[in-house]
């Protein structure tokens, strides 16, 4: 069974907006990232207590925390990290959810050994709370080539791997090698898509990443997939990636640009013998 999830701040800033944009796309988790103008670690307690409360009266469940943890230069001090992720995983608390999105440092392809020792840090801290805490492969950090990314993951058997391909492409690999190496090794998966030639994102299965062969090929079992557009430049895109984001489809709106989105994914679960039942895809 798959379940599609979403970083809905992609569709509208709002939490009413976003609330609707799972609404009408049939989708009850959400990767809960940017809200009402705020990243979800500068929420405070209290703010976070009144979104959980907003989301459950509407059946919505928060999947994992999309934060920016480790998206930072990796010559931030130890105790400033680590402070981050013990923050990340109060939140969690707050929004009962299990799983926690993070990277592995800008500018830190030289400094091997301090990534994996917070690495492992990291993975200890998630396995002490009962929670996951999930490598995203991210152009730029330490973990974005195949190569570097399997050496983290090798290295930290206690850390879980969230794949995306449109960044894996981002950085020169190829779909192929990705999915063979890394896809099955998922606890989750990111569904964006982009064209390896010009750079340019497009919906699912428009790009290079292969989706149709992730979906028939390396999804076994019970797996959650996060719909993350990137086709229209959205609030709080800024702070989430350090390029200039380049679509080649146009959107007039990011509720437009959201439903494409969606709709592109499903289109490949169908097509790979997905049905749709109450949220869900079964076969």
Not at 74 to 82: K, Q, R
Request: hydrophobic content about 35%; glycine content about 8%.
């Amino acid at each position: 069974m798959i379940q599609l999830c979403a970083f809905a701040d992609e569709s509208d800033d709002r939490l009413e907006g976003q609330i609707a944009a799972l609404k009408r796309n049939g989708i009850s988790l959400i990767e809960i990232r940017n809200v009402n103008g705020k990243n979800v670690m500068d929420l405070t307690d209290e703010e976070a207590k009144e979104i959980k409360a907003r989301l459950d009266e509407e059946g919505i469940r928060v999947w994992s925390l999309g934060s920016p943890i480790g998206k930072k230069d990796i010559t931030v001090s130890e105790e400033e990290y680590l402070s981050d992720v013990r923050r990340g995983v109060r939140l969690s608390r707050i929004f009962e959810c299990e799983n926690i999105r993070m990277f592995s440092f800008y500018h830190s392809h030289g400094d091997r050994e301090k990534v994996l020792s917070l690495m492992k840090k990291t993975a200890e801290i998630g396995r002490e709370e009962g929670i996951r805490m999930c490598h995203e492969n991210e152009k730029g950090i330490y973990g974005d080539t195949l190569s570097r990314t399997k050496e983290i993951l090798d290295a930290v058997p206690a850390l879980y791997s969230v794949y995306d391909p449109a960044n894996f492409i981002q950085v020169g690999e190829k779909a192929a090698d990705t999915l063979s190496c890394l896809a099955d090794r998922a606890f989750y998966f990111h569904i964006k898509d982009v064209v390896s030639e010009t750079g340019e994102l497009v919906p699912a299965g428009y790009g290079d990443g292969d989706l149709r062969a992730l979906v028939r090929d390396h999804i076994k079992g019970d797996k959650v997939l996060t719909v993350e557009p990137h086709l229209k430049v959205f609030r709080g895109y800024a702070s989430q990636d350090e390029t200039a984001l380049k679509t080649k489809f146009r959107f007039e709106s990011n509720e437009e640009a959201f439903d494409a989105a969606v709709q592109a994914i499903k289109a490949i679960l169908k097509e790979a013998g997905y049905e749709e039942k109450e949220g869900e895809f079964v076969k």
